[in-house]
């Protein structure tokens, strides 16, 4: 059986080939975080073994003072050994306690520094990928990867590699202090330490599926979670809170189902390991009582012995802690490495072109564009945009108007052909040259956190006061802003929860006018100012889009009216080119849609 021309066999083994890929990338991605580091890495390494042997040193201790110390002090009324192993035992456990605590915070510091180096990454490397990536990847995810995911991460620094670290040494010194001070009772420890073994690797083969699972649909329910609230004025809008809440409640009865399957593996794992370190202490205790009967071991040894024993199997359930942490942390750096792997669609030119002072001529050389092989937007597109045109575009939805603004911004690259702005391919300019040179305005209107002032002066952050008021003045701007509690010192508060959508749109005029740039666009930028508001803009376009070349897409033709030329396109192409009285005349598509124009304004 095939799927999609692909054996099942194959299709097996190129899902291995992946996931060992994977593992490889989130690997090399985790060496790249630690090598600035590698120095503490080592000095807290010396430390975890010098604490450690600090503290195994205990039982030992003990057997001397109880076998050697002890007998001195009754038969020769000899202290010095009693004291020198009580000397030695307190500075032994001062000295493991320091260490650890030195340890601990020397992992800390580690582990901040290297989240603070990936979160920074993160989101420096999410905002130079290309616009295809973010319409792809919804936001949801990326948050998830900002908050759920680094803090897997972190608890696996913080604490997972803490408990594996220690306690695998631990064992090992313990292990090794057992067989010195007695073999047979160090046999008994090897003998358990078989099923031990054999149920950690039981868990670990259980725990990697499962917690993978629950890391999915812990992302999946933080997803939809941030959809919603990001939509919920159309949630509330058509009332969807119902069928919100049914599909909510099934991703969290999902991350619930796999939290319980996970603590279920934990039920079977931890009570085993406590069981297998009973019967190793009560071995070790009983073969070792026998032997002390016969004189054969000394009391000391077997009470270190039983100390031992007991202490051995702790750390084992501190290391499946640690599987619980590695595998959220590493199914987490898996997605957080391949949102890393990804490349800007649209690539940085090697060597950017040296632009001389623009004009803003733009020019389709036999362009096309398809968002994937099945959509083909733009199957064969010429067009020549003199500077300092102002250029319309009608047509119904679908036909390619936005796909071209996207295409001037440089938002996408084309199929085929070149888009050129004064006659150099946009793919030869450097990203800041063209984003200088090229402003979108989108109905969207976008406001960020903070105050009305800056919001404007994200057009240009090296604006004055008074250019940033000039800039609002000129769209019509200034008045309202003025009317708001602090002025331009107003905070616009979430998105622009504090203005209307059609001051929204404003204030994103005003940011756009500041920035100067040569070619501006306007994609449905009027879509959401009311009447007043839209002629107050589109007397400030008469005399801002003056000398500057401008690409109008709207769907009111009161604002396509301004424009010295309008195209109108059907799937792709263009149907008719002119300028509005032009196409008026005509009595084609566009004298259609003007006429229902003036009948609705009746």
């Known amino acids: 059986m095939t799927v999609f021309g692909v054996a099942g066999e194959d299709r097996h083994e190129y899902s291995k080939q992946e996931s060992k890929h994977v593992r490889r990338r989130s690997r090399q991605l985790l060496i790249e975080l630690v090598k600035p580091h590698i120095g503490r890495v080592v000095l807290t390494v010396v430390m975890v073994l010098l604490a450690t042997g600090a503290a195994v040193a205990g039982p030992s201790i003990i057997a001397f003072g109880i076998d050697v110390a002890l007998p001195s ?36 510091r580690i582990s901040q520094a290297v989240l603070f180096s990936l979160r920074r990454r993160l989101f420096d490397h999410t905002q130079r990928l290309s616009m295809e990536f973010h319409e792809k990847y919804t936001s949801g995810r990326l948050v998830a990867c900002q908050t759920s995911d680094l803090e897997s991460i972190r608890d696996l620094l913080d604490q997972g590699l803490n408990e594996l670290v220690r306690g695998v040494v631990f064992m090992a010194f313990t292990l090794v202090a057992m067989v010195l001070i007695d073999p047979m009772s160090g046999l008994v420890l090897v003998i358990a330490l078989i099923p031990a073994t054999l149920l950690t690797h039981w868990f670990y083969k259980k725990s990697t599926k499962l917690f993978r699972e629950t890391r999915t649909t812990s992302a999946r329910m933080i997803q939809y979670f941030v959809e919603t609230m990001t939509g919920i004025r159309a949630v509330q809008a058509f009332r969807n809170e119902k069928i919100n809440e049914d599909e909510f409640a099934e991703r969290v009865d999902d991350y619930r189902d796999a939290n319980l399957r996970t603590i279920n593996i934990f039920g079977i794992y931890e009570p085993g390991i406590v069981a297998i370190g009973a019967v190793s202490v009560a071995s070790v205790v009983f073969v070792g009582a026998l032997r002390a009967a016969e004189g054969d071991l000394a009391i000391g040894v077997l009470l270190a012995a039983m100390l031992y024993a007991r202490n051995f199997f702790q750390p084992i359930q501190g290391i499946g802690m640690f599987f619980n942490g590695y595998q959220s942390a590493s199914a987490a750096l898996e997605k957080i490495s391949g949102v890393l792997e990804e490349q800007p669609s649209v690539a940085e030119p090697a060597e950017p072109a040296r632009l001389r002072r623009l004009r803003g001529s733009l020019d389709f050389d036999s362009v096309r564009f398809a968002y994937n092989e099945q959509t083909v937007v733009l199957p064969d597109f010429s067009l020549e945009i003199p500077a300092g045109q102002t250029l319309a575009l009608v047509g119904t939805t679908g036909a390619g108007k936005s796909t071209l603004a996207k295409l001037v911004s440089r938002f996408y690259d084309p199929t085929t052909g070149a888009v050129r702005l004064d006659g150099v391919d946009l793919r030869e300019i450097g990203n800041e040259d063209l984003r200088k040179a090229v402003v979108m305005v989108t109905q969207e209107a976008y406001l960020f956190s903070g105050s009305v002032g800056e919001n404007i002066g994200l057009g240009r952050p090296d604006a004055t006061v008074e250019e940033i008021i000039d800039a609002a003045k000129a769209v019509g701007a200034h008045d309202f802003i003025m009317q708001l509690p602090d002025g331009y010192d107003t905070d616009v508060n979430k998105r622009g929860g504090r203005v209307s959508a059609g001051q929204r749109q404003l204030i994103s005029f005003a940011r756009a006018f500041l920035a100067d740039p040569v070619v501006l666009i306007l994609d449905e930028a009027t879509a959401s100012l009311d009447i007043p508001s839209e002629r107050l803009v589109q007397e400030a376009l008469q005399t801002l889009l003056a000398d500057r070349t401008a690409i109008i897409i709207a769907h009111r033709l009161s604002t396509v009216a301004i424009a010295d030329r309008v195209l109108v396109m059907e799937h792709g192409r263009i149907i008719e080119d002119g300028s509005p009285d032009e196409l008026v005349e005509l009595g084609g598509k566009y004298a259609s849609l003007y006429k229902a124009w003036q009948d609705s304004m009746v």
């Open 73 to 108: 002090v009754i038969e020769d009324a000899d202290w010095m050994p009693i004291w020198a192993a009580v000397i030695v035992y307190i500075v032994a456990a001062g000295c493991a306690a320091f260490l650890l605590y030195a340890y601990t915070v020397n992992t800390a």
